[in-house]
């Protein structure tokens, strides 16, 4: 008995042996045939992958299509498509639904800047569109995920231009500047308006700004604004900066216009003037002085005017005197001022405004001739006082004799009628 039960051990060790001789070659033929599956099952075929462009600007769609073709067992393998969007530091910034659709397969995309969180540099950036594939066998380490294909884009800011109407280089302390300026998108074909657009608008002067405010475009793109040269602006140059800033559609711009502000010119009306005196007449000039302020006229009241009297070669008068309330100024100058005993002279007689803060200065010359008789010298106070004692002295005289002679007459007219009578 221990012998038949040798014998059975010894005969069933064998047949263990040959079973597992049996199932090692199954085993390898099972493998070998997962791995022709693996290999005929898993397969994708890039058909189509472009844009409609190369170039967008900022508030323009990207239209992205893509075709393609997917295979693989979904039993024990996971495969998909995927549109991925890489900014410039190779960071994705945006991707697409994961595709596991089998066999053939198309989609389209349209894409904005909004869908982004993307930096412009130098008014630009540059977008990289990649088709990525997935594949992993289940139960396995086999992974493999891969860029199939790679598309570079360029979205551009547009940029924008400003008209200004009403513009002037230089204007007239005083005076208003009425403006209006008009901005628009010079990259698009009709020049669209600027529609509701933040404008910040700044005036400078010596490099420190005077002036700042902030303003909307209208329907038309565009702002009005009315500027008194008075509280706005400086005398000299001054410049106007309009500023678009932060936008996200448009190239950060800054348009430039001088403006120089003048003094005002004062206007002086000689009212009244005789330029040719006799004798002992006097020298009188009215006068009216005014400016204008955005075409209204100004008085010039309360304010002092310089006399001076000369000619080539002397100045004989120097005084001063001021405007009234209207702007008015008469002169009266006595020839005893200016003390010139010749029969006959030229003189010129200059009145002078210094200026103001915005007004200039300003003068005025008028020639006069001191015209008296030849064969006398012009007569001093002395003189006309001497005149009229004469003058007068020979008025009583004469009427002193005519009361004699009338005396004379009647007495010799009463002899006359005595000796008739007798």
């Not at 239209?63 to 995927?82: D, M, R």
């Not at 991707?95 to 397969?105: A, C, D």
């Not at 669209?192 to 303003?215: A, G, R, W």
């Not at 005197?321 to 002169?331: E, K, P, R």
Request: proline share 1%; hydrophobic share 40%.
């Amino acid at each position: 008995m221990e012998l038949s039960w040798f014998l059975y051990f010894k005969l069933d060790r064998y047949a263990v042996k040959r079973k597992y001789i049996l199932i090692i070659p199954i085993l390898l033929f099972f493998n070998f045939f997962s791995m022709i599956n693996f290999v005929n099952a898993f397969n994708c075929n890039l058909i189509d992958f472009d844009t409609d462009k190369s170039v967008y600007y900022v508030d323009e769609d990207i239209k992205v299509n893509a075709s393609w073709e997917l295979y693989y067992n979904p039993i024990n393998e996971i495969a998909y498509t995927q549109i991925h969007i890489l900014d410039g530091l190779d960071q994705i910034i945006w991707n697409s639904t994961k595709y596991n659709q089998i066999g053939p397969y198309e989609q389209n995309w349209t894409l904005n800047y909004n869908n982004f969180n993307i930096d412009f540099i130098n008014d630009s950036c540059r977008l990289y569109l990649k088709f990525f594939l997935f594949y992993f066998q289940i139960d396995t380490t086999n992974t493999m995920f891969t860029y199939l294909e790679t598309l570079e884009i360029r979205i551009l800011k547009r940029n924008i231009t400003c008209e200004l109407i009403g513009h002037k280089d230089t204007i007239k302390m005083g005076e208003m500047l009425s403006i209006t300026a008009k901005f628009y998108d010079n990259t698009s074909e009709l020049g669209q308006s600027l529609i509701n657009q933040s404008v910040q608008f700044s005036i400078t002067f010596s490099d420190l700004i005077i002036f700042q405010s902030n303003y909307t475009t209208n329907t038309l793109g565009e702002i009005a604004i009315d500027l008194c040269s008075i509280t706005h602006l400086k005398l000299g140059l001054n410049l106007l900066l309009f500023s678009v800033t932060n936008s996200k559609v448009y190239n950060d711009s800054i348009f430039k216009y001088d403006v120089f502000i003048e003094k005002s010119d004062l206007i002086i009306d000689v009212i009244t003037f005789n330029n040719e005196l006799k004798n002992d007449e006097n020298l009188e000039l009215e006068l009216h002085c005014f400016y204008f302020i955005n075409e209204s006229i100004q008085s010039l009241n309360n304010h002092t005017m310089f006399i001076t009297i000369f000619d080539n070669n002397s100045i004989y008068f120097i005084n001063k005197c001021t405007t009234n309330q209207f702007g008015f100024l008469t002169i009266i100058i006595p020839q005893e001022a200016f003390n010139y005993n010749q029969a006959y002279h030229d003189f010129n007689i200059s009145i002078f405004f210094n200026g103001t803060y915005f007004l200039e200065n300003k003068t005025i010359i008028r020639s006069f001739k001191l015209k008296q008789d030849t064969n006398s010298e012009v007569p001093n106070s002395y003189q006309l006082q001497f005149l009229s004692f004469i003058s007068i002295l020979i008025i009583v005289l004469v009427v002193f004799s005519y009361m004699i002679t009338s005396k004379r007459s009647k007495s010799g007219k009463i002899l006359t009628e005595l000796i008739v009578r007798y």
